[in-house]
């Protein structure tokens, strides 16, 4: 099974699932179309961003949302310390998600060296 890490700033829109890819996106990992691989440094980044004033205020995004999210994530999701990002990491996951990956390959990116995270 494919391993992906995703920006924070990619989880903020799934979690939001404002839009049709991020929807998407969420809906290929929960039926295990893919690993999401996390580390607790991203949880916590996560967690600041989803708690944003303007984030509850512009989206209508409450506690109980997180707190769904935030589960799911835990439940389903691997947490890692620490790891590191193969050359393949970005490959298609799934024959349904080609048009996910056109919308969303340049919004991967790859966590910080300072905390590397894996995908194989």
């Known amino acids: 099974m494919i391993k992906a890490v995703f920006d924070t700033n990619v989880l903020v829109r ?3 699932g404002r839009t049709s890819a991020a929807r998407l996106l969420r809906a290929v990992w929960e039926n295990g179309g893919f690993a999401l691989v996390i580390s607790e440094e991203i949880l916590g980044e ?3 961003v989803m708690h944003y004033p303007r984030i509850a205020e512009r989206y209508n995004f409450t506690e109980t949302d997180w707190r ?6 835990r439940g389903t999701a691997s947490i ?4 590191y990002i193969s050359s393949n990491a970005l490959k298609l996951i799934h024959p349904m998600t080609s ?4 919308l969303w390959k340049a919004r991967l990116t790859i966590w910080s060296a300072m905390t590397p ?3 194989t």
Do not use: K, M, V
Not at 68 to 73: D, H, I, K, Q, V
Not at 99 to 102: E, G, H, I, K
């Open 14 to 16: 799934i979690a939001l």
């Open 117 to 119: 995270i894996y995908a």
């Open 68 to 73: 769904n999210f935030e589960t799911a994530l």
């Open 80 to 83: 890692e310390s620490r790891a």
């Open 99 to 102: 048009s996910w990956l056109a």
């Open 46 to 48: 996560l967690a600041l």
